[in-house]
């Protein structure tokens, strides 16, 4: 086997594992390198995604719904459950086996393509007139030379000073996401994706969760009338959200840890809980790359310099992912990837910022793109919007699950669609229509006049765009 390589990925996650497969269909000789273990120690591709963040958590995030709806609102649909109980090793052995899936996926996906995988870390060991050598640490510890060099390492959660993650008491999303036991006081720092995400998994299974954010406003990325909505409905489940909170002191004990934090007000709290899951973001992953020695460029945060097209300092090293600028999501990495590859082969490979949709999957869903009203307000530019109520929808009654909207922004001139924003049942996928809708520069009024099939919540987004010009047919 050839150690020589047109491109070496360093990193199996969403970014790395989509950039190698595009690398090989466009006919480069093509390597990918990736480290994480599953628990029997052998490869297991996908990256944060796939091991411990959006798989296995939308994996507990369905389980746990199901378990939330047999307890309380399968009775409306006249089925009655007697004796319900909750097997949690069961639901995170069947969480495990959804990883597993999509790991041996992966490396399917390299065996059809030639991908040749390595299972290893990956570091830069120096570079001469053939290209970059790669050294790889592993079970087996060799050199690989590769004419380019697509880094897409990732990145990893955030710590609070003071606070490391020990994964028995204070969590990360990797332990939070393996709880062998329900705990009955459970605390979580930050009520961004993973907090919400994560909270409304074990609130459902029987927790009692608050939720501590530093911040004065909830969800303040995303629309103002959307966060409102989602955070009356999260209150009215049960989740505690405090916000404005200053973290203090926290204190790991034998069986539980305590936090102290003033509230909004500055009056001092003390609150102690069963275990804490800490989720105030992510830092980029360069641990290991030995970027110093091969000059390569770090940004004032940490995060691998790149320009437009993700290129770094260094000729024919690119980025991809949580490891450069921009959102951190799987997705626009996977985007990324495939333009860093056709980018190599010549071609002009794109990624729209501006259209990456967002989505966080709790119950209702909030999925959104483009601009907030909160947005356009402040950058002065003049818009018209249109909401339609899921109460209004057929459909959404007759799923029993009414909550939340559609909303459309459009400029006020031309009608392009600026932003879409949606809370409710289905929100993931709903999003999909207005992504490619702005897209191609659709106008509120094109999508007002597309025929939607009939009931179905893809009509609260057709209502919503009829909205806008004020004349929705069911509301």
């Excluded at 505690?240 to 709290?269: C, F, H, M, N, R």
């Amino acid at each position: 086997m050839s150690k020589n390589f047109d491109v070496i990925v360093i990193g199996g996650g969403p970014g790395g594992y989509i950039a190698a497969i595009r690398a090989a269909q466009l006919g480069f000789n093509t390597a990918c390198i990736d480290e994480w273990k599953n628990a029997a120690g052998g490869p297991a591709p996908g990256g944060t995604c796939t091991n411990v963040g959006c798989i296995p958590s939308k994996a507990l995030l369905q389980s746990s719904e199901n378990y939330e709806h047999a307890g309380h609102a399968f009775a409306d649909h006249g089925i009655e459950v007697k004796g319900l109980s909750l097997n949690l090793g069961q639901m995170l052995a069947r969480k495990d086996g959804v990883v597993k899936q999509n790991n041996d996926g992966i490396l399917y996906l390299f065996k059809k393509n030639k991908v040749t995988f390595f299972h290893g870390r990956g570091s830069f060991a120096g570079s001469d007139g053939n290209g970059y050598q790669i050294k790889l640490a592993g079970a087996k510890e060799e050199t690989l030379t590769g004419k380019h060099i697509v880094i897409a390492t990732g990145s990893n959660p955030r710590a609070l000073p003071n606070a490391a993650f020990d994964e028995k008491l204070i969590l990360s999303n990797t332990g939070a996401l393996a709880i062998d036991t329900v705990p009955k006081k459970l605390g979580i720092i930050g009520a961004g994706v993973i907090g919400l995400e994560m909270g409304s998994v074990w609130r459902r299974l029987g927790a009692d969760v608050t939720v501590l954010e530093a911040l004065p406003a909830f969800l303040g990325a995303v629309d103002e009338q959307i966060a409102k909505e989602a955070h009356k409905m999260f209150t009215k489940q049960g989740l505690k959200i405090s916000l404005g909170v200053k973290i203090g002191s926290i204190t790991p004990g034998k069986k539980e840890v305590t936090v102290d934090y003033a509230d909004e007000k500055g009056i001092a709290q003390k609150v102690v809980f069963d275990k804490l899951i800490v989720s105030i973001g992510r830092v980029p992953n360069t641990i290991g790359l030995n970027a110093d020695g091969i000059g390569l460029k770090l940004d004032e945060r940490g995060f691998i310099a790149v320009d437009g097209d993700c290129k770094t300092n260094l000729p024919n090293v690119w980025a991809v992912g949580d490891v450069v600028r921009g959102p951190m999501l799987a997705h626009k990495a996977e985007e990324e990837g495939v333009a860093v590859a056709e980018r190599i082969a010549g071609q002009h490979g794109h990624v729209n910022f501006n259209t990456i949709p967002w989505v966080i999957y709790t119950s209702p869903e909030i999925a959104w793109v483009g601009k907030t009203e909160q947005q356009l307000k402040a950058e002065g530019v003049a818009y018209k919007a249109g909401t339609f109520p899921f109460l209004a929808n057929g459909r959404a009654r007759a799923l029993g699950d009414t909550s939340g909207m559609v909303k459309f922004l459009a400029d006020a001139k031309s009608d392009e669609i600026l932003g879409v924003h949606i809370v409710g049942p289905m929100a993931s996928e709903l999003i999909s229509e207005a992504v490619v809708a702005m897209e191609f520069r659709a106008s509120a009024e094109d999508i007002a006049r597309i025929c939607h099939a009939h009931p179905s919540l893809s009509e609260a987004t057709k209502e919503a765009a009829l909205a806008v010009d004020k004349r929705a047919l069911n509301f």
